[in-house]
């Protein structure tokens, strides 16, 4: 039996040397000028990135990612759970299309290991390794999230039930694993103490269920830790517990001093998971990030700071106080997205890494490059170099401004306007020109979306101030341009002007 023991550490110390697999990164395609999906591959390639995690299975995004040797988490939307939930049919077809043609056809939904791992893993134990070799499918994103009100606590699982089922069908069970992201609310800690960690009341029966599939089909909970929200919910938030540089607020459980929340945070869903019965359930970290705009503590410097500190936190492997060994994660996210709902906050557009031209915000070392420094996107298009400003001549007591104002930024994006934001020095006109202009570019610099009514015109002097950008727009990829037409949108512009 002693080559059997010796044989399976061997296994272990490959699985761990495997698992590691870099940092990932979310990319989400919610914008109304997207780069092309062979562009965002190249960029993640280039940048040393090894893993994506996706919110759903687009074709070009996949077809993109085939044989670029990227793992892939591929997302199921909320909106599909009913469906999935309740037709096992549904199921196989989902899996048939979006996992099972992609596969086949190179594209990486599961780890690439060694000969010698494999010849390990067929002779010693099938599933020993499973979790290592596999890539996941996210049923839902976040489905529990208190804002929802119970939307999907009726789909989730037995949508998740029944991908698994179509998985085994196809026979990738072994290949692919389910899971589903998760926010962190879903669990918390009356004292604030990591071991009095517990899932939430109103849904405590619901996760234990889930856990205990997941903890039978050797597939990992997957949780979204996100300490901005934190600080942005709770004014009172100890600004520096929300990074890794040591706090002095500090929180003492026991034996264990948490000097940031992420570690804190994590720790008390491992709690939460040993005192149900699964200790050693894994864990992937699907969310993790901060955002640069929007807010008054959403800004380069600070997300600089946390991103760049959670990767050296993460780079020694050595774990949290509760879960040693390496940390599992995905960047969020890769790229803004002007599409996205910004109900939560007008941060919620801000949280790439990169611009939405594919420009690094901040230098970041991932730890995956000799350079140490973010790479651009490569080849990219824009459009002629001209906004769109209000004319000079015009007076701000104009009763046409308030409304076209309005339009504008309903229909673009005005996110970077506000207190302590990017724009947030800019002057009532300069307010008034972003907006235009954000209209404008969004609408491919249709010569009708710089009307408002005569109060705007074309300029080819950048506006741009020191911290605000007005940014021209570029060429999106026709095979996933967001389908509002500048031409129709300009028009509606018209009609609603002329009502006012």
Known sequence: MGWISLAFGVLSWICLLVSVGGIGANWGTQASHPLSPTTVVQMLKENGFQKVKLFDAEEGTMSALRKSGLEVMVGIPNDMLAMLATSMKAA???????VSAYIN????????????????????????????????????????????????????????????GALIKAGLSNQVKVTTPQNADVY?????????????????DLMLAIVKFLNDNAAPFTVNIYPFIS???????????????????????????????????????????????????????????????????????????????????????????????????YLFSLIDEDQKSIQPGNFERHWGIYTYDGWPKYQLNLGTMKTGTLLRAKN???????????KPSVNLDNSKVAPSISYACANADCTSLGYKTSCGDLDARGNISYAFNSFY????????????????????????????????????????????????????????????
């Open 188 to 204: 918390a800690s009356p004292s604030g103490r990591p071991s009095d960690g517990d899932f939430r009341s109103d849904i405590r």
């Open 92 to 98: 196989n077809n989902w899996v048939s299309n979006n």
């Open 231 to 329: 600080l942005y919910s709770d004014p009172n938030f100890p600004v520096d517990y929300a990074f890794f540089e040591g706090s002095s607020s500090a929180v003492v459980d026991g034996s264990v001093t948490y000097s940031n929340m992420f570690d804190a945070n994590l720790d008390t869903l491992v709690w939460a998971m040993k005192k149900n019965g699964f200790p050693n359930l894994p864990i992937i970290v699907g969310e993790i990030g901060w955002p640069t705009d929007g807010d008054m503590n959403a800004n380069v410097q600070y997300a600089q700071k946390f991103n760049q500190g959670f990767m050296n936190h993460i780079s020694s492997g050595q774990g949290t106080p509760m879960r040693a060994g390496p940390i599992d994660a």
């Open 105 to 164: 056809d190179g594209v990486n939904i599961r780890f690439s290991l060694s000969s010698l791992h494999c010849f390990l893993t067929r002779v010693i134990s099938s599933k020993f390794c499973s979790l290592i070799m596999n890539r996941y499918v996210a049923v839902g994103n976040e489905p529990f999230l208190q804002t929802y009100n119970g939307s999907f606590l009726q789909t989730t699982f037995p949508a998740l039930q029944n991908i698994q």
């Open 441 to 500: 570019q969004k609408n491919d610099q249709d010569d009708v979306a710089c009307g408002f009514e005569n109060l705007a015109t074309t300029t080819n002097k950048d506006p741009s101030t020191g911290t605000c950008r007005f940014g021209v727009m570029i060429i999106a990829d026709s095979g996933i341009r967001y389908q509002g037409s500048g031409l129709i949108l300009s028009v509606l512009l018209s009609l609603f002007l002329t009502l006012f």
């Open 380 to 390: 990219i298009q824009y459009l002629d170099k001209k906004w769109c400003v209000l």
